[in-house]
C-alpha cells in the first residue's frame, strides 16, 4: 500500500496544476517578448478541450526551439500528472524509500528521496541543474 492519502495525492495533483499554469505562462511569456507570437498562441489555447494536442504541439515546438530545459521541465510535468495515482508514485526509484507526502507537494516531479536526489546530484555533479 502507498504512503500516500487521497488526500496527500489531491495535495499533489493541485501543486502539479498549478507548477504547469505558472511554467506555461512564464513560456508564453518569453516567447511573446522574443517575438514568437506562433508558439504563444498555441500555449494560450492550452486549456480545455484540445489541451493535449496544444501541449503535444507545444513540446514540438519547444524541441524545434532546442528550448531542452523547457521540454524536460514539460514533460516532467506531464509525467508525474500520469504516476500521481498509481502505486508506485511517492516511492524513490533509486531505494523504494517513501518519499515524504510534504516534499512531494513542495516538488511533485520528485522521483527519489532526498539522500537519493542529494547522491545523484552529487555523482551528476556538472550533468545536471538541481533547480527542480
Ligand atoms: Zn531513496
Given amino acids: ?10 495535495a499533489i495533483r493541485a501543486s502539479l496544476e498549478a507548477q504547469r499554469a ?8 518569453a516567447l511573446e517578448e522574443s517575438g514568437q507570437t ?3 498562441e498555441v500555449l494560450g489555447r492550452s486549456s480545455g478541450d484540445s489541451a493535449d ?3 503535444a504541439v507545444t513540446l ?3 524541441a524545434a526551439a532546442r528550448m531542452d ?12 500528472f500520469k504516476r500521481v495515482d498509481s502505486p508506485e508514485y511517492g516511492l524513490c526509484e533509486d531505494c523504494g524509500a517513501h518519499i515524504p507526502a510534504a516534499r512531494l ?6 522521483t527519489r528521496c532526498i539522500a537519493c536526489q542529494e547522491r545523484f546530484e552529487h555523482t551528476h555533479a556538472g550533468q545536471t ?4
Fill in 38 to 40: 506562433q508558439f504563444a
Fill in 22 to 29: 505558472n511554467f506555461l505562462h512564464g513560456l508564453k511569456t
Fill in 60 to 62: 514540438g515546438n519547444l
Fill in 105 to 110: 507537494v513542495a516538488n511533485p516531479v520528485a
Fill in 129 to 132: 541543474h538541481g533547480s527542480m
Fill in 69 to 80: 530545459h523547457e521540454v524536460r521541465t514539460l514533460q516532467a510535468l506531464e509525467d508525474a
Fill in 53 to 55: 494536442e496544444a501541449l
Fill in 1 to 10: 500500500m502507498s504512503h500516500l492519502t487521497k488526500k496527500d495525492r489531491l
